[in-house]
């Protein structure tokens, strides 16, 4: 049987996320990815929906516990900021140059040798 939560999280889904479901209830090939996608979308939602019903309570206990603990407090909301804010991912990048080159002068072959040769 569906909890209150599930079904409330049913509900905020978009037509993808519903789509990802459907699949995943399927029994499709990608059930490992779309069960994935579909329980965090449903955590996603639950957790904002839990924080929209009771946010004077929230705040209130936010305030209680950071009375004896600020950082503990503190830690409270960046945790819950985690299951409803997208978390950026970091990806570093090097571009080295031998030289300047017209990318409008290379041939198809030489543009092909560039990217093999990126790769590597």
Same mark, same amino acid.
């Not at 009375?67 to 970091?90: C, Q, T, Y």
């Given at each position: &049987?569906?909890? @209150? %939560? =599930?079904? %409330?999280?049913?509900?905020?889904?978009?037509?993808?996320?519903?789509? @990802?479901?459907?699949?995943?209830?399927?029994? %499709?090939?990608?059930?490992?990815?779309?069960?994935?996608?579909? +329980?965090? +979308?449903?955590?996603?939602? +639950?957790?904002?929906? %839990?924080?929209?019903?009771? &946010?004077?309570q929230f705040?209130?206990?936010?305030?209680?516990?950071?009375?004896?603990?600020?950082?503990?407090?503190?830690?409270?909301? @960046?945790? &819950?900021? =985690?299951?409803?804010?997208?978390?950026l991912s970091?990806?570093?990048?090097?571009?080295s140059a031998?030289?300047?080159?017209?990318?409008?002068?290379?041939?198809?072959? =030489?543009?092909?040798?560039?990217?093999?040769?990126?790769?590597?």
């Amino acid at each position: &049987m569906r909890t @209150v %939560l =599930e079904k %409330l999280a049913d509900d905020q889904l978009t037509p993808d996320q519903k789509s @990802v479901r459907r699949v995943a209830e399927a029994g %499709l090939t990608r059930t490992t990815d779309a069960s994935k996608k579909l +329980a965090t +979308a449903r955590l996603r939602t +639950a957790i904002a929906e %839990l924080t929209d019903r009771n &946010m004077a309570q929230f705040q209130y206990w936010l305030e209680y516990v950071a009375l004896d603990d600020p950082k503990g407090a503190l830690d409270i909301v @960046v945790r &819950m900021l =985690e299951f409803s804010v997208p978390k950026l991912s970091r990806v570093e990048a090097q571009i080295s140059a031998a030289g300047t080159v017209a990318l409008e002068d290379l041939t198809i072959g =030489e543009l092909k040798a560039l990217l093999a040769q990126a790769k590597t």
